[in-house]
């Protein structure tokens, strides 16, 4: 088992910035190649993935095309935590965020992929 837990949402006003984190624990996590994403989900909208980094095995990372160059996806292995920099939110980036993880030597947009999930933390930006 992994567990995720989500920090660092909040109420904003849009051109603000906020950091995300994501603690990651269990006995397997890190142990082989894992990736680690983060994806937003709005009310009555579907899951979506914004931003996702191999965690060990390689230095691959994705963005969402909504998020370039406002968002960066970064990790603290020694720490196991991984974080989501959000910079310029606009009122569109209202939602709540997820971390998720599993172990592959592939990253994948789609949320189907993931296997772990965090309890989400809400990101909420005011025009």
């Known amino acids: 088992q992994v567990q995720l837990e989500e920090a660092g949402g909040g109420m904003v006003q849009a051109g603000a910035s906020l950091r995300l984190s994501c603690v990651a624990s269990g006995r397997w996590f890190g142990v082989g190649s894992t990736v680690m994403a983060w994806f937003r989900q709005a009310t009555g909208k579907k899951r979506e993935f914004v931003a996702g980094i191999k965690w060990k095995g390689g230095d691959e990372i994705r963005y969402e095309d909504s998020v370039k160059g406002r968002f960066t996806v970064s990790k603290d292995i020694a720490q196991n935590t991984l974080y989501l920099q959000m910079h310029s939110l606009i009122p569109e980036d209202t939602a709540v965020y997820y971390c998720?993880?599993?172990?592959?030597?592939?990253?994948?947009?789609?949320?189907?992929?993931?296997?772990?999930w965090g309890q989400g933390t809400q990101v909420t930006v005011a025009s």
């Open positions: 998720a993880t599993r172990l592959a030597t592939a990253l994948q947009t789609g949320a189907d992929f993931y296997e772990y």
